[in-house]
């Protein structure tokens, strides 16, 4: 996987994104654990394969809650509703696509650095100038590279900072993201700025 041209692996992302949720469901099924052998054979470990499929969990709460509320609002029992959320068929499939999609997402930026990914963005824009009649004077490469960087590198600053806040004994709850989240947006600001500087010297 590591081996993997990253210009390849930019343009197969989106387009086995979408099959995940136009295929049947059993696409889905065997593409997680494909994905899973993939991850293991590239030595990412079950700790970080989970770690960065957090947000379907945290979706999944969310969305089994919201559910419930609806049907018991609109004049359901306690356990009729309780039994529909928990059986509801099209939501687990959606989350399974769901899964997939992040778990796709994962060994992109798990088996390519920042710098791959550029230059892989790099080559297919040049090849699409070279079909499109494209002016050449505005270049996508960078605006685009940042962009899909963008995420990663947030939740890198984030793990740092609340790494740095369990060290000094601190507690996992609101205090913790009440202090942490205006240190994660202005680390985040920072790095912006430079990462703005670096990029305005190279040009």
């Known amino acids: ?24 469901p059993i696409f889905s099924y065997c593409l997680i654990l494909i994905q899973f052998v993939i991850a293991c054979f590239c030595r990412i470990s079950l700790k970080q394969q989970l770690s960065a499929l957090k ?3 945290y979706y999944a709460i969310l969305l089994y809650i919201s559910t419930f509320i609806s049907l018991f609002a609109s004049g359901s029992d306690f356990e009729t509703s309780a039994r529909i959320t928990f059986t509801n068929f099209e939501t ?9 999609v992040l778990q796709s997402a994962m060994l992109l930026f798990k088996t390519t650095t920042a710098m791959e990914i550029r230059f892989g963005i790099g080559k297919i824009e040049t090849a699409i100038r070279r079909c499109l009649p494209v002016s050449k004077k505005n270049s996508f490469t960078d605006t685009i590279s940042l962009f899909i960087n963008f995420i990663p590198l947030v939740s890198q600053l ?3 900072s609340k790494k740095a806040w ?7 709850g609101v205090k913790m993201y009440l202090t942490l989240l205006p240190v994660l947006f202005s ?3 920072k790095k912006a700025y430079n ?7 190279r040009n």
């Not at 993997?4 to 099959?19: E, S, T, Y």
């Not at 369990?166 to 996992?172: D, L, N, S």
């Open 92 to 100: 687990l499939q959606m989350l399974i696509k769901l899964f997939c």
């Open 158 to 160: 984030w793990a740092q």
């Open 55 to 57: 947000p379907v969990i």
């Open 166 to 172: 369990i060290a000094r004994q601190g507690k996992t």
């Open 187 to 189: 680390v985040g600001l």
């Open 1 to 24: 996987m590591k081996k993997i041209p990253a210009w390849i692996k930019i343009l197969f992302l989106p387009v086995i994104n979408i099959l995940f949720f136009c295929l049947p």
């Open 195 to 201: 990462t703005a500087r670096a990029m305005a010297v």
